[in-house]
């Protein structure tokens, strides 16, 4: 029997540790993918410290994987022997229940997620549902196109919440998702003002050098009021200093799994229309939307690249702020 590398959690708040598993056998509309990169996320450092709490334990973590097809299961006829292909956080639904009808799987109630439900990409072999895999764009490397399929896309998804009438944008907590999203909406017109931990220069510089039109401390208010914000770090508070720097009728958009508590607030920071609002998951048509337009843009994204084994090292890092950009582990180099 073929074995693989592969880091495992076994419980939540433990390290995760290297371990040779045995390469899975895909079943029925599944396809076994090689894995070339796995980006790295905060909702994984959300599973290893046990705030997300139905963990299919011992775990691979990872949900965006970008590998090639080597083997399919029965049934499974969508993709050829080595296509290219990225699996993100949505790894199935039922189909059938009542958001899945209504054109919100990413509300399904029985879904599966990658590397929470099922074992994701931290490992050389992942299996995927075929029908929630996106074909990715050719001009990526497997490297760059990784952070697109969850920074990326939820990241997205959370823009597209804002709504339409968004002329100045604020962007509080400037990771891996904002510095994709920077780029999507310099490349739709609007003004960007970026939000960081409070005297993290390196953040607030890349912010600019991405086209940022003004970046400073998540505890000042932006030269001018916002029509939105975007919050991605996983910090309540930020909810209410959003709050006081947008316009009537603006809108904050939670982009995370995961928040510490929202302090109480005076009405007042909400009146006039103002919107709070949660974004959940993606549906399949977020991917192909976003990975059609992130060649247009073009995205570049900036990754910080580990080793496999340095799973570990890449979510400590990230729990740090430690890098810009986003982290990506680099398994079966080609
Ligand atoms: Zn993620
Ligand atoms: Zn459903």
Redesign the pocket.
Known sequence: MPTMRAMLLDAPRTPLHPAELLVPEPGAGQVLLKVHACGVCHTDLHILDGELTEPNLPLVLGHQIVGTVTGSGPEAQRFHLGERVGVPWLGA?????????RGQ?N?????TFTGYHVDGGFAEYALADERFCFPLPENYTDLDVAPLLCAGLIGYRTYRMAGENVETLGIYGFGAAAHIITQVAKFEGKKIYAFTRPGDTAAQEFALRLGADWAGDSTQMPPEKLDAALIFAPVGRLVVSALRATNKAGVVVCGGIHMSDIPSFPYSLLWKERIIRSVANLTRRDGEEFLALAPQVPIKTDVKVFPLEQAGKALEQLRHGEFTGAAVLEINRK
Not at 107 to 111: D, H, K
């Open positions: 639904t039922d189909g059938t229940c009542r958001y899945c009808r799987e509300l399904c109630e029985a879904p």
